[in-house]
């Protein structure tokens, strides 16, 4: 059974950090691993995204200040999210990409706010 369990949003102040984790579970090969974010009325964006073969990607709005990253040890795929902004402020969530299915966690809020 597969299962995308995201954690590790929460409230910040313009400017502060988080990092989000996605723990994989039930998947042994990927093709494409991704977060993404959703705000109310608009279309769910990528904002990061790894290849099986590492190479990341990055939204143009926080190429620089975020940072995908999978930890193999604890089959996870991580966001470091630095200098954030109020236009930040959304729910993320994971996607995992298999030569099969596409997966989805159910979603962590980031609020940035002051």
């Known amino acids: 059974q597969v299962q995308l369990v995201e954690s590790g949003g929460g409230l910040v102040q313009p400017g502060g950090s988080l990092r989000l984790s996605c723990a994989i579970s039930?998947?042994?090969?990927?093709?494409?691993m991704a977060w993404y974010r959703q705000t109310p009325g608009k279309e769910r964006e990528s904002v990061a995204a790894?290849?099986?073969?590492?190479?990341?990607t990055y939204h143009v709005a926080v190429k620089g200040r975020f940072a995908i990253s999978r930890d193999y040890a604890k089959n996870s795929v991580n966001l470091q999210m630095n200098s954030l902004k109020p236009d930040d402020t959304a729910v993320y969530y994971c996607?995992?990409?298999?030569?099969?299915?596409?997966?989805w966690g159910q979603g962590t809020q980031v609020t940035v706010s002051s």
């Open positions: 790894l290849t099986s073969g590492g190479t990341p």
């Open positions: 039930g998947i042994s090969s990927f093709t494409y």
């Open positions: 996607n995992v990409l298999t030569d099969h299915n596409s997966y």
